[in-house]
């Protein structure tokens, strides 16, 4: 068995990584299924909705804040702490007598979304760095693997159980991962800073990306206009603006804003920004492309069930091929894989605007080509980071990352539907999308991903020793 650096296996360190990974893949991905029912059973979506948002405000910051606190006081210390407080959040969810103790529940499971950064900065810190790439891409495969896996596990304990039988499920599995990454995982170096830690930054920072997110949450309820929705983006704005001065003037900020600055940093971030605004949303184009209905021009009538079947077997697909992209990146460099992987998505995209989207066969085909590679994107960006960040600020690093690319996605949830509003086709008292609206849409997000290109490849490359 080949040794890390640390002395500990290669593959039982990703294995006790994968496990810690699994927690936050499992608790974002299974509360989809159960949607539908608390629907039922409260008859309020509004309220039903905060089981998504309380999660995304607190993943927010946490992945930022705890990162960084990763890298001062121990990553595996940080880890097993954020693994507990997701145990903690899946316990009040799943003994919860209401749902507002449940949606509490889902802010504390919300802290989980803290454990890929701090597994990138465990990688780091362990393995070889000939290994890096590949640890990254195996990381991001299961966690593409896990989501589906938890839409399929969630559905399953729904037909059969109550619906917070999926909280007992992730609150068993941080169990286990707690007890393996406590007793197993190798003691992470903590790096002391100069003077006290800066908790300014972290209580400046998380309500301004919350604020943020919140505002972008409710504009798909309100109107940009409306007073709450511009209070909020305004003073999360405001917020975040003090925030980096703040930062900026501190010799050991909390968080780095300075890295910011740097091209190695920023433009891989700038490319992540540019393909979470909608290439990476998937799921909201090739979804509603499957389902809708034939006489509105385009679409193909495929039922929920037959449609959720191609797209798990697509996730498998970008699993396996974000794990051998991994092993791709250690031969050819990561910035070329993750650059041929946005140039694929492109031409994919440009296919159905081009007319691909006319047939099944066809329309199947190129959305089975882009998604694999939009899950090496969604991988492989963040090892472009990791390579170019100090070893003592990677999981700060791609913790910033996590948060641009959180605040990318929730724009791109409202980019696609109005995309889709531009050219509408009715029948009975039916409106759906018509034909030009998806040309439109496939045209933004070929562009998309051609923006997000342009960046990685401006990316400087890796000085060598």
């Known amino acids: 068995m080949q040794k890390t650096q640390k002395g500990i296996g290669f593959p039982l360190l990703m294995a006790l990584l ?57 990553r595996k210390k940080v880890l097993v702490a954020m693994l507990g407080v997701a145990l903690l959040g899946s316990v009040i969810s799943a003994t919860a007598g209401n749902l507002n103790l449940v949606i509490v529940g889902r802010a504390f499971q919300g802290a989980s979304m803290a454990i890929l950064p701090l597994a990138y900065g465990l990688l780091r810190e362990h393995a070889a760095v000939g290994k890096v790439p590949l640890g990254v891409g195996i990381l991001g495969g299961v966690y593409a693997a896990g989501s589906g896996v938890g839409t399929l596990l969630g559905g399953v304990i729904v037909d059969t159980l109550h619906w917070q039988g999926i909280f007992v499920a992730s609150a068993a599995l941080a169990g ?22 800066d908790i300014l930054g972290g209580v400046l920072f998380v309500p301004a990306i919350a604020m943020i997110l919140l505002g972008l949450s409710f504009l798909k309820m309100w109107h940009w206009y409306d007073l709450r929705v511009v209070g909020l983006l305004a003073g999360g704005v405001a917020l975040l603006v003090i925030w980096f001065r703040h930062e900026s003037r501190l ?36 979804l509603p492309l499957l389902q809708q209905a034939p006489w509105s021009g385009i679409g193909f009538g495929i039922g929920g069930a037959t449609a959720g079947l191609i797209w798990l077997a697509m996730c498998i697909a970008a699993a396996a091929s974000v794990i051998l992209a991994g092993y791709v990146a250690v031969r050819l460099g990561t910035r070329a894989v993750v650059l041929g992987s946005l140039l694929a998505i492109a031409v994919g995209f440009g296919g159905l605007a081009a007319g691909g989207y006319q047939y099944l066969w066809s329309a199947i085909i190129i959305l089975a080509l ?26 700060e690093a791609t913790g910033l990352t996590q948060v641009i690319r959180s ?47 342009l960046f990685i490849w401006k990316t400087p490359k890796v000085p060598t020793a």
């Open 176 to 197: 286990a991962a707690i007890l393996l990454s406590a007793t197993l995982l190798p003691v992470s170096r903590a790096r002391p800073i100069s003077g006290s830690i």
């Open 251 to 286: 010799a050991n900020p909390l968080i780095d804003v300075g890295m910011l600055a740097n091209p190695r940093i920023a433009l891989p971030n700038l490319g992540m920004f540019a393909f979470a605004i909608g290439p990476i949303s998937m799921p909201l184009v090739a």
């Open 407 to 453: 605040t990318a996605m929730s724009i791109g949830s409202l980019l696609i539907p109005f995309i889709l509003t531009t050219s509408m086709t009715e029948s009975g008292g039916v409106r759906l999308p018509g034909p030009a609206a998806y040309v439109l849409l496939f045209i933004v997000l070929s562009l998309a991903s051609l923006a997000s290109a």
């Open 18 to 74: 994968i496990v810690a990974e699994l927690v936050c893949a499992l608790e974002s991905s299974m509360i989809y299924v159960v949607l539908a029912d608390v629907y039922r059973i409260t008859g309020d979506p509004v309220h039903a909705g905060w089981l998504l948002t309380a999660f995304t405000l607190t993943a927010a910051g946490a992945a930022a804040i705890c990162g960084r606190l990763g890298d001062i006081m121990g």
């Open 370 to 395: 882009i998604n694999p590679f939009g899950g090496i994107g969604y991988a492989m960006i963040p090892a472009l980071i990791i390579e170019r960040s100090p070893e003592d600020r990677t999981s």
